[in-house]
């Protein structure tokens, strides 16, 4: 009994506020990478990704307007990933989780409320517990599979850190029967001009997030799916709220309002991987032997997700995939043509610029009316662009 008591109170424990129990949550995912293997970068895997986001700026200078956006170049195992990474998720992942335990309260019936006092907080922290436990499953299995910290396209990371993950890039490049340090620089490349793109326009960090958060608000909560979760928790076993699986849990609305919503949030993923993809390619040239094969994989990669974004996916609802991709690197690459480098990337100059989801079908006919862009461009006030900047988390720490 004391160690069932014990191992409930650990459960049940919630540090700090907010929906979800971060604290479990970051304990689980560590848990599930110990058990998996976490191998610590050495300090010739440390040298390796130091050199190749050196060589991938180099490689940018000529291929983007943007100076380098790096300040710091890192390499990290799989949990200081998830550590570096996790105010975002937080920030990503607070709202949606709200609502589910909002729906656990709701489950207990209006009479039974008042007889609960306070014992109806519970609810709230036995959601945050359960949230937490399978949201950590589902970082750790992501930790094992991203290559860096822009790997899925969102600004997870401190700003101005460029971080490579050797273990994943070493097996992801096994699979693909490539060498490493062919894999290594290709991902270097990419990071570099993620770091690029978000340093270099402010207001894109506020205004990727913002269309995640809009699309996570229309998300709506399966209240069936959460009582038939409920029903499997074992009072006598803790480990079964653990063990519990959320998927399904978490639907998008079918509303004319979310589906413009989710729109949105895949039309902005596809212009920022199309345009890192456009640039990557160019600055590869014929430098790498096997950047066609490369760039396609890589594609792919981000068209489909792998397994844990598809669990992460399938937990919080949220699909972080750019459905356009390839058609968004036809239209950066016609951009390229008609306006050249520095006019391709001036429209990042504001988010009204910014080409919407049904110029993708004509990307030539785009690119041709953007020919007198630098008059357009003198039409708008870069100081109050359309999604306020914010500050990265640890952004401080970097500068100082």
């Known amino acids: 009994m004391q160690q069932f008591m014990s191992q409930l109170q650990h459960l049940l424990s919630a540090p700090g506020s907010g929906p979800v129990n971060w604290d ?13 293997g976490d191998p610590a970068v050495s300090p010739f895997e440390r040298n390796a990704v130091e050199e190749a986001l050196r060589i991938a700026d180099l490689w940018l200078e000529p291929a983007t307007s943007w100076p380098t956006g790096i300040r710091t170049s890192v390499a990290w ?17 607070d709202p949606v989780a709200s609502r589910m335990v909002g729906a656990m309260g709701d489950l207990v019936p209006p009479e039974a409320r008042a007889q609960l006092g306070p014992m109806q907080s519970m609810v709230a922290t036995l959601g945050g517990a359960l949230f937490g436990g399978q949201l950590g499953q589902a970082l750790g299995s992501l930790a094992a599979e991203v290559l860096s910290a822009g790997d899925i396209g969102l ?38 001009a993620h ?14 997030l913002t269309a995640v958060e809009n699309y996570a608000a229309g998300i709506r909560v399966n209240r069936e799916a959460i009582e038939e979760a409920m029903g499997r928790v ?23 309002a979310q589906k413009a919503s989710l729109a949105r949030l895949e039309t902005v993923l596809a212009l920022v991987e199309g345009w890192v993809c456009h640039v990557v390619d160019s600055a590869a040239g014929d430098r790498l032997p096997n950047v066609v094969r490369l760039g396609e994989a890589f594609r ?32 950066w690459s016609a951009l390229t043509e008609h306006r050249g480098i520095a006019g391709r990337d001036a429209i990042w100059g504001h988010p009204d610029l910014l080409p919407s989801d049904e110029d993708f079908a004509n990307p030539e006919a ?35």
């Not at 770091?195 to 990727?208: A, C, D, K, S």
């Open 24 to 36: 479990l949550a970051r304990q689980v995912a560590a848990s599930q990478l110990a058990a998996a």
């Open 77 to 93: 195992n799989r949990n200081e990933w998830i550590f570096k990474t996790l105010d975002v998720w937080r920030k990503l992942c």
């Open 155 to 192: 600004p997870l990371g401190p700003a101005g850190t460029a971080a490579l993950i050797p273990a994943n890039i070493r097996a992801y490049g096994e699979g693909l029967e490539l060498p490493e340090d062919e894999v290594r620089l290709y991902v270097a490349l990419r990071e570099a």
């Open 195 to 208: 770091q690029r793109l978000f340093q270099h326009v402010p207001w894109l960090r506020g205004h990727v």
């Open 234 to 256: 074992d009072p006598t076993d803790p480990e079964s709220m653990q063990a519990i699986a959320l998927e399904g849990i978490f639907t998008p609305e079918d509303t004319p």
């Open 300 to 331: 792919r990669r981000r068209a489909a997700g792998g397994p844990a974004e598809q669990t992460f996916a399938a937990l919080v609802g949220l699909e972080l995939r750019p459905r356009r991709l390839r058609e968004a690197t036809v239209l």
């Open 366 to 400: 785009f690119a041709a009316t953007t020919s007198d862009l630098d008059e357009e461009l003198a039409n708008f006030d870069f100081t109050a662009p359309g999604a306020p900047e914010e500050q990265t988390p640890g952004e401080d720490d970097d500068k100082s």
